[in-house]
């Protein structure tokens, strides 16, 4: 197994008032940091659970996980455990699955039973208590084990102790001399960052099939997803470009559309709207919501606006930028603006 890193998903790229560390306050090993704009991954303490993809909303963490479950054919029954493999097993950590991969998994098969055994491990974290939501929501088709068990978690031995060799906590565990002997051998490239050094589109791929799952199986799941008040939208298209996942689409003619189901609930538009004409809003995922206005071109600038408004955005915005720059008099600041205004429109 290898986890791919990818920062530039991050939204703290996008956002630089964001305060997300979800990563980092889930992995249990402390293998996680997010410092400023940078997510980092310490190989050496990373146990490779799976924790950390499960909770990131844009895909930063990527350990297979998904790609695998979505392969999976359909099928009468399905065991989630760390304990054991091969047919009829998902041989995982639950720290590396959420709430959408249990409405997956039970699209696909009547019976699916968790290894929630947890009690004891040394990497307990987020995986239990989205499989006991899972178990609620899903009745009667996902069933939760609860408490310990005598054997250790086969999947995560050899990366446990190789935390623990690492912060030097090797303390407490009961593993056979052979099996301490296998979990040492070295692994390569364990932990494999790709960063372009600039923001990158995550995918909200894993959303949208739960949505689809969650149809099939006659469920209404709640989501928290942006809504635009129309009357306040100048439709410039921040919101569109400032998506992480790319659920807005904007088109300068005048239509913007938003994505329920592939909504990873970020909040990054509406930080970010210039004219606070989004706010969040929750209900059931699944309508695309559309918004359409009358654009006019303005003849100075080149730039596409609603008809409702009285004047070019862009052209005041220039003018009060000029105004707060130079501190110059009414008409010397507006003549300056009529000249950069110009100098737009010949490069529109």
């Known amino acids: 197994m290898r986890l791919r890193v990818k920062p530039g998903r991050c939204v703290r790229r996008w956002f630089k008032g964001s305060n997300c560390n979800l990563c980092e306050t889930s992995c249990p090993a402390g293998a ?3 410092k400023g704009r940078d997510v980092e991954v310490k190989e050496d303490l990373c146990v490779l659970c799976g924790a950390c993809a499960s909770v990131c909303p844009v895909s930063v963490f990527d350990l297979g996980v998904d790609d695998l479950i979505y392969s999976l ?3 009468e029954s399905i065991k989630v455990t760390c304990r054991a493999s091969g047919g009829g097993y ?4 639950i720290n590396s699955l959420n709430l959408n ?3 997956i ?3 696909k098969f009547k019976d699916v039973v968790v290894d929630g055994r947890c009690d004891g491990c040394k990497i307990k974290g987020v995986g239990l208590v989205e499989a006991l939501k899972a178990e609620s929501l899903l009745a009667g088709r996902v069933k939760v084990l609860k408490g310990s068990a005598e054997e250790p ?3 995560v031995v050899r990366e446990t102790l190789r935390s623990m060799i690492a912060r030097g906590l090797l303390v407490g565990l009961s593993f056979s001399a052979p099996a301490i002997a296998w979990s040492l051998e070295k692994v390569a490239g364990r932990v494999i960052v790709e960063d372009l050094g600039r923001p990158e589109r995550g995918s909200s791929t894993l959303k949208v099939k739960a949505w689809e799952a969650a149809s099939k199986l006659g469920l209404k799941v709640n989501t928290v997803y942006p809504e635009v008040d129309y009357d306040k939208c100048i ?7 400032v998506c992480p996942v790319g659920a807005i689409y904007y088109n300068p003619a005048g239509i913007l559309k938003i994505d329920t189901r592939a909504c990873v609930s970020c909040n990054i538009c509406v930080n970010m709207c210039p004219e606070k004409a989004m706010t969040m809003s929750e209900g059931a995922s699944g309508p695309i919501l559309e918004y359409v206005k009358s654009m006019v071109e303005c003849p100075k600038c080149g730039f ?3 008809a409702t408004l009285k004047e070019c955005p862009q052209c005041s915005v220039i003018d009060e930028i000029v105004r707060d720059v130079y501190k110059g008099s009414s008409k010397e600041c507006k003549e300056y603006a009529k000249r950069i205004i110009d100098k737009l429109r010949d490069n529109v």
């Open 101 to 103: 991969h249990y409405i």
């Open 235 to 241: 439709f410039c298209g921040v919101c569109s470009g």
């Open 105 to 107: 998994l039970a699209s």
């Open 153 to 155: 978690p086969r999947l």
């Open 90 to 93: 998902l041989s995982l950590c």
């Open 304 to 306: 596409t606006y609603p």
């Open 73 to 75: 054919p359909e099928g």
């Open 32 to 34: 996680v940091s997010v």
